[in-house]
């Protein structure tokens, strides 16, 4: 299915895989989960973290993200992990960007500082 009004593919990746995604326990339940459901709620606090040390760090909390991670991804390569397995009908994970795994899954160290340094460079 395509779609010509809404963006679909993803900027970045995060583990969804339900055999190795994050536990979580729900009322004394132990649960495992996957998918977008798992992936954007890590993305949400990786964010919270790189805002909290951007700001004790002279930088400002990063708002509209998505441009920013193209330039980090430019400038500092290795602040993603390249996922290069995988697969969802129709696309396959492969080398570089792709349409399964976007820029790929986050050192967030390395991309932390990329992020400043562009915010730095917008400035």
């Given amino acids: 299915m395509t ?24 009322a004394g339940e132990l ?6 459901s798992q992936s ?4 949400a606090g990786v964010t919270v973290m790189m805002n ?4 004790a760090n ?10 920013l991670l193209y330039k980090a991804a430019a400038t500092t390569p290795s602040a993603f992990h390249d996922v290069t397995l ?3 009908a ?9 349409l399964l795994t976007g820029l790929g899954t986050p050192d967030v160290a390395v991309l932390v500082k990329a ?9």
């Fill in 31 to 36: 649960s495992q989960g996957g998918g977008t």
């Fill in 90 to 98: 129709p696309y396959l994970a492969g080398k570089g960007f792709d």
């Fill in 40 to 43: 954007a709620p890590i993305w």
């Fill in 58 to 67: 002279g930088g400002k909390a990063l708002g509209n993200i998505n441009p």
């Fill in 3 to 26: 779609d010509t009004t809404h963006r679909l593919t993803p900027d970045v990746s995060a583990d969804a895989d339900s055999e190795t995604g994050v536990k979580t326990v729900i």
């Fill in 115 to 123: 992020l400043q340094a562009a915010q730095k460079a917008g400035s």
């Fill in 86 to 88: 995988g697969g969802n």
């Fill in 52 to 55: 909290q040390y951007l700001e």
